[in-house]
């Protein structure tokens, strides 16, 4: 089974320099739906065990939060499992 790997950088040009690096030179993009100004980077990639061979997508994130913060519950490293951040409040 490949493994699929999503890779998210803070900046477009982050994520393309880490997709052109690791994918071997020039990896194409792809517009993420409705929004031309974000590309997708998908390439192969081999990691050290125990991945191995895998499929990377590289993406960056758009936009700011200024003013939104995680419950008091969710704000420190050993307070939660890090998976919960997905469906928490903020």
């Given at each position: 089974m490949v493994h699929k790997i999503?890779?998210?950088?803070?900046?477009?040009?982050?994520a393309k320099a880490v997709a052109n690096h690791l994918g071997g030179g020039h990896v194409p993009a792809r517009n993420a739906p409705?929004?031309?100004w974000l590309k997708n980077y998908e390439f192969p990639y081999t990691f050290p065990a125990p991945w191995g061979s895998c499929t990377v997508c590289m993406t960056s994130v758009?936009?700011?939060l200024n003013s939104q913060d995680f419950d008091p519950r969710f704000r420190s490293?050993?307070?939660?499992?890090?998976?919960?951040?997905?469906d928490a409040p903020i």
């Open positions: 999503l890779c998210v950088a803070e900046k477009p040009s982050i409705g929004l031309p758009a936009g700011h490293w050993q307070s939660c499992n890090p998976g919960e951040l997905f």
